[in-house]
T-cell receptor, first 117, second 111 residues
Framework: EAQVTQNPRYLITVTGKKLTVTCSQN?????MSWYRQDPGLGLRQIYY???????DKGDVPEGYKVSRKEKRNFPLILESPSPNQTSLYFCASSQATGGGGGANVLTFGAGSRLTVL | QQPVQSPQAVILREGEDAVINCSSSKALYSVHWYRQKHGEAPVFLMI?????EQKGHEKISASFNEKKQQSSLYLTASQLSYSGTYFC????????????FGKGTTLSVSS
């Protein structure tokens, strides 16, 4: 089944304790992206990647890191989490982006709800 | 820059129609529409491309005015299953840019 898998789905942690949210897709998609969703603010992009070893900042990258060493994986790293990073996080992927017609339709993971105390 | 959606919320009875609008300050290559039900991930509904190509979803249609950088989503004869939050996502008129989402419009359909 074609899907985007995120782990963990739920996490409660404390300020300053490094954590990684993993994201993996099995569709051989080039494009992957991380969003955070907060009430009233919609889906805001954190980082995205056009392909392996190519990453770019989105609208809210502060406090986050990403890497894209393999095509299928795009982990989100919070080096020193703070309470303002409490949010619902979504990973998404698409075949391509830009000029691809339907190829850039996003498939989302189920989401990871993170609470930082 | 984040596209602007209106209205923020819509309350309908089954069978009624609704229109959700999305506007951008930038020239657009495409507009996407997604629906998110409570506690779930957003799901693709439709994409509209510059030049008029359109892909659709049954009983839900959309328009894209390239000159005005606006798109509208039309939900006709709404059903209870239409309830959720609708997001438009816009892609700038350049190859290789990211998809930016609006803040969403919450649609509630009751019987």
């Amino acid at each position: 089944e074609a899907q985007v898998t995120q782990n963990p789905r739920y996490l409660i942690t404390v300020t300053g304790k490094k954590l990684t949210v993993t994201c993996s897709q099995n569709m051989n998609h080039e494009y992957m992206s991380w969003y955070r969703q907060d009430p009233g603010l919609g889906l805001r992009q954190i980082y995205y990647s056009m392909n392996v070893e190519v990453t770019d900042k989105g609208d809210v990258p502060e406090g986050y890191k990403v890497s894209r060493k393999e095509k299928r994986n795009f982990p989100l790293i919070l080096e020193s989490p703070s309470p303002n990073q409490t949010s619902l996080y979504f990973c998404a992927s698409s075949q391509a982006t830009g000029g691809g017609g339907g190829a850039n339709v996003l498939t989302f993971g189920a989401g990871s709800r993170l609470t930082v105390l | 820059q984040q596209p602007v959606q209106s209205p923020q919320a819509v309350i309908l009875r089954e069978g009624e129609d609704a229109v959700i609008n999305c506007s951008s300050s930038k020239a657009l290559y495409s507009v996407h529409w997604y629906r998110q039900k409570h506690g779930e991930a957003p799901v693709f509904l439709m994409i509209l491309l510059k030049g008029g190509e359109q892909k659709g979803h049954e009983k839900i249609s959309a328009s894209f005015n390239e000159k005005k950088q606006q798109s509208s989503l039309y939900l006709t004869a709404s059903q209870l299953s239409y309830s959720g939050t609708y997001f438009c996502g816009t892609e700038d008129d350049q190859a290789g840019t990211a998809l930016i989402f609006g803040k969403g419009t919450t649609l509630s359909v009751s019987s």
